[in-house]
């Protein structure tokens, strides 16, 4: 048997005792939860709310003379810069989605252990050091990392 499937068995065995059981566990399970505050994920009334930081581009028609009358060219996909230059009628505003996702709570990992927590925590600062220091020369949001104990009550 490998270890991730006895692990499975294990943990078979401890959910079927604490749903047979109508008493308090001896022993309360729980979660222990990384997280950064500077992500947690927010909700914003418009579509082109700067949070989720949306691309937009741009749709315009162009109107050109030809030999049979009036022809419309519609070009799609141009930057605002590009579109800049075209009437405000002829433009057409596409938002897309979101290229920002984060968690609710900005939850980054979850762990069994607090040791694992806190190790996993250590070689996030130790791989991410240079960008950190980075972000801050340029005045960029930098972790504001947090951990937190969550317990499952049977």
């Given amino acids: 048997m490998t ?11 401890q959910m079927a005792k604490l749903l047979a059981t109508k008493e308090e566990p001896e022993e ?4 222990w939860v990384v997280f950064d ?3 947690i994920g927010g909700w ?3 579509t ?9 581009t741009y749709d315009v028609v162009d109107e050109v003379e030809t030999d049979e009358g009036l022809e419309a060219i519609i070009t799609t996909g141009l930057s605002a810069e590009e579109a800049e230059s075209y009437d405000e009628a002829n433009k057409k505003k596409r938002i897309g989605s979101p290229t ?15 040791k694992k927590a806190t190790d996993y925590i250590a070689r996030y600062f130790k791989i991410n050091q240079r960008d ?7 005045g960029k949001p930098i972790p ?11």
């Fill in 3 to 13: 270890d991730v499937s006895s692990e499975l068995e294990v943990l078979k065995a």
């Fill in 28 to 31: 309360l399970l729980s979660v």
């Fill in 37 to 39: 505050a500077n992500k």
């Fill in 44 to 46: 914003c009334s418009k």
């Fill in 48 to 56: 082109d709310c700067p949070k989720l930081k949306r691309d937009v």
């Fill in 100 to 114: 920002i996702k984060n968690h609710d709570l900005g939850v980054i990992a979850s762990f069994t252990t607090e």
């Fill in 132 to 138: 950190f220091e980075e972000a801050k020369r340029e």
């Fill in 144 to 154: 504001d990392i947090g951990l937190s104990e969550v317990v499952i009550h049977g």
